[in-house]
């Protein structure tokens, strides 16, 4: 058995780290990385170097981007076969292309430098004579370093939803920790090693989950279900857990050390004896810090009343959290969830 294939699965207590989809996305790079080096080879060991071929790319670039000294000096040194003197040349054109890419030159111009450029490239390398060919055990070392950063990576998302666990016992779901795939801006700006994960509620189709995003210890949770979702939750025990899991995960101890707030809600007026006078509220409802928005939505759905509710913040999972309004979703084990207080504002008029 390989070393990584023992990385594919961490398993402590109910959680489980899974790195296989990361594995896989890291094998097909390094594959294409590969034969993309192999053709690169393959291509230099064809080149034959064309002094006819090099002024006609020197002169389709006109003297008024290159003048005639910049020109005699570029044939001078690649004449020279002198590889410092190449060096030069190449980083001269690659500055050039980045600093005038939007600006000075046309397009036509521009990809007249780029051919040159590849062109010297390839020279270049003819006249380094590598024949050390592809470095197998280099990339070896390659993947086995960037596994063991995404496995740390995820131990750490893994430790947080311990100690949420830990500090709220009633979570009980066998959790599995799945290391995205390497995303195609991160090779691009040269990061191998995956850093977000999915967490899901055990396995199969249709499971609870959602995205955590990691940087230097810090969490960010995105991709969060709507409470009743009934294709997700199969019961309010797991919604429960879910939301509670979550709710720890960015405000530790908020499970268990809940805070009063004062919020409002637009409910369908034929609900109203649900609300009125009652210390609970069924599950799933949506509340908000913001009577005016409470009060636009009853105005904009009609047959609502709008409802001031004081509720304990452990049964709330925040939905939204912008700097002009939080919104919130009742949530807990059962149908229906304590309240401090439920006082009718504004009553539907058409009832």
Known sequence: MNWYNILKFSQQSNITIDLSDYISSLD???????????????????????????????????????????????????????????????????????????????????????????????????????????????????????????????????????????????????????????????LINGIYDETSAMVEFGQGDLIPNFTVFQHEGKFEIEDVLEGGDTDFFKDNKTQADYFNLINEIRHPGSTSKGKILTLYTARPSKDRQLYLNKNSVPVNIFL??????????????????????????????????????????????SEEVPVILTELLIMDEKE
């Open 288 to 333: 908000t810090n913001m009577f005016d928005s409470a009060e636009g939505i009853a105005r904009d759905f009609g047959n609502r009343d709008v409802w001031k509710i004081r509720i304990d913040s452990r049964y709330l999972v925040n939905t939204m959290d912008s700097p002009m309004e939080k919104q919130y979703q009742t949530t807990g084990s």
């Open 28 to 186: 097909k790079y390094i594959q294409e990385s590969i034969d993309a080096q192999e053709e690169r080879q393959y291509q230099i060991g064809q080149f034959q170097f064309d002094k006819n071929k090099f002024q006609t790319l020197l002169n389709n670039i006109p003297n008024e981007v290159f003048d005639i000294n910049t020109k005699n000096q570029i044939t001078t040194s690649i004449e020279s076969g002198d590889k410092n003197k190449i060096d030069e040349i190449l980083d001269f054109l690659l500055k050039f292309r980045v600093d005038n890419s939007k600006k000075l030159i046309t397009n036509n111009q521009y990809m007249n430098i780029r051919d040159l450029f590849h062109y010297l490239d390839y020279y270049n390398d003819k006249l380094s004579d590598n024949k050390n060919g592809i470095n197998k055990e280099e990339w070896d070392r390659f993947k086995k370093e960037q596994i063991e950063k995404t496995n740390n990576n995820m131990k750490i998302i893994e430790k947080a939803i311990q100690e949420a666990i830990e500090r709220n016992p009633t979570i009980s779901q066998n959790i599995i920790i799945k290391a995205y795939s390497l995303l195609k801006e991160n």
